[in-house]
């Protein structure tokens, strides 16, 4: 409770990430009035898994996680942006994946265009469906 008179609440928003058997990635859900929002990811990868993951990125696996985001983007997902304004300095400034290889963490979101269908019994079905759609990256991300 609020000591003040303005009872407003902090936050009128739910975020909830939830690592299956505690181990990285998460999977991650967001509600607020405006939102609901479903995604899978890393939010900060340790220098152990930042390593692993950009030796994949500049590798042959790079291609397949490149081929998944851009099927999620064009389904309308979204991806944090980079966190580095340049490639870390062992890879080449024009290397294909370089956007990726800018990440410190990934993260990979889709909406549910109404945030209302989360007080409707159908909620179950269309999270399970666009958790399905963000199985790959799940799954790449798993393989670090």
């Known amino acids: 409770m609020r000591f003040s008179k303005d009872k407003t609440p902090y936050n009128t928003h ?3 990430s ?3 058997n505690g181990i990285k990635p998460a999977w991650m859900f967001g509600l607020a009035p ?3 929002t479903l995604g899978v990811g890393n939010f900060r990868f340790e220098k152990s898994e930042l390593e692993a993951y950009r030796a994949r990125v500049a590798g042959r696996s790079g ?3 490149t081929k998944n985001l851009k099927a999620l983007i064009a389904k309308g997902a979204r991806i944090a942006k980079p966190e580095l304004k340049r490639v870390p300095r062992e890879f ?3 290397h ?3 956007e990726l ?3 410190k963490s990934l993260l990979v979101w889709t909406d549910i265009k109404n945030p209302k269908a ?3 019994p159908s909620i179950i079905d269309a999270c399970s469906k666009n958790y399905r759609t963000l199985k790959p990256v799940f799954d790449w991300l798993a393989d670090l």
């Open 34 to 36: 405006d939102y609901l």
């Open 63 to 65: 291609i397949k996680l």
């Open 101 to 103: 290889l800018r990440q």
């Open 18 to 20: 939830f690592l299956p």
């Open 118 to 120: 989360a007080t409707k």
């Open 92 to 94: 080449p400034q024009d």
């Open 96 to 98: 294909p994946r370089a």
């Open 14 to 16: 739910l975020h909830i």
